[in-house]
């Protein structure tokens, strides 16, 4: 801006909202033991929406499904195993630098799986601060989903394979568009680096009977995963 004035003569008006930010800031008590907490709080961060060219237009039928998740640069491995599991509309969130969004552009223009991908909408957030906004992203990529239903996950796990047309189905079985319900989806986890992912809800029985696999941090954290009735699943 400084430059912009020297070579043009232009002078540009203050932005409101960095005039908001830049007095919220003087208010806070550097001394103050939250001070980093607060700061983050009040932070703006730069957002690019639909960083790559989405083109999706929901299902006519009302039950339509799109997965939402957040991620970082560490993840971003994971984006090419879940698209292979999922064949539905995604609304993904990404926390990243400048740096690594033309890193993450490079990979998603070179891989097999992601280029050929137009129903997955990826909403870059600018690292700003110290801290993961988890919340922040969460809520951007929900922000940004064009569906009437959508399926919220963790970027760590990956769906049973034709979840997305199970999901729709139930939907329009339970009459969903009239009711104030949400469809709890069980989650299982492994302790093992390699494990053949199962094809049926049997052969996963199989492997849970086995010690293969376990019931998610259940009996890590009972009151959070409470509502997961696996016993009647």
């Known amino acids: ?99 690594e969004a033309q890193q993450f552009l490079r990979y998603a223009q070179a891989s097999e799986v992601l280029k050929n991908r137009k129903n997955i909408g990826y909403h870059i957030v600018y690292k700003e601060g110290q801290f993961y906004p988890v919340n922040f992203l969460r809520n951007i990529a929900l922000k940004n989903v064009n569906t009437p239903y959508v399926f919220l996950t963790d970027i760590d796990f990956l769906p049973m394979y034709g979840l997305y047309e199970y999901l729709r189905k139930s939907i329009l079985q339970r009459d969903m568009a009239n009711k104030k319900e949400a469809l709890i989806v069980p989650a299982f986890e492994t302790l093992r680096y390699r494990l053949s992912f199962p094809k049926s809800k049997a052969e996963l029985l199989s492997m849970l009977d086995m010690g293969l696999l376990y019931t998610f941090r259940y009996h890590v954290w009972t009151k959070g995963h409470a509502p997961t009735d696996y016993a009647k699943w």
């Open 1 to 99: 801006n400084l430059l912009r004035r020297e070579l043009f003569g232009c002078v540009s008006q203050p932005d409101p909202k960095s005039i908001k930010l830049q007095n919220a800031l003087e208010e806070l008590d550097e001394d103050d033991q939250c001070y980093d907490f607060r700061r983050e709080r009040i932070m703006l961060h730069r957002i690019h929406l639909f960083f790559l060219k989405y083109d999706y237009t929901p299902t006519t039928d009302g039950a339509d499904v799109t997965l939402v998740a957040q991620l970082s640069m560490d993840r971003l491995q994971m984006l090419e195993a879940i698209c292979k599991h999922w064949d539905g509309p995604m609304s993904l969130a990404l926390y990243m630098s400048d740096a």
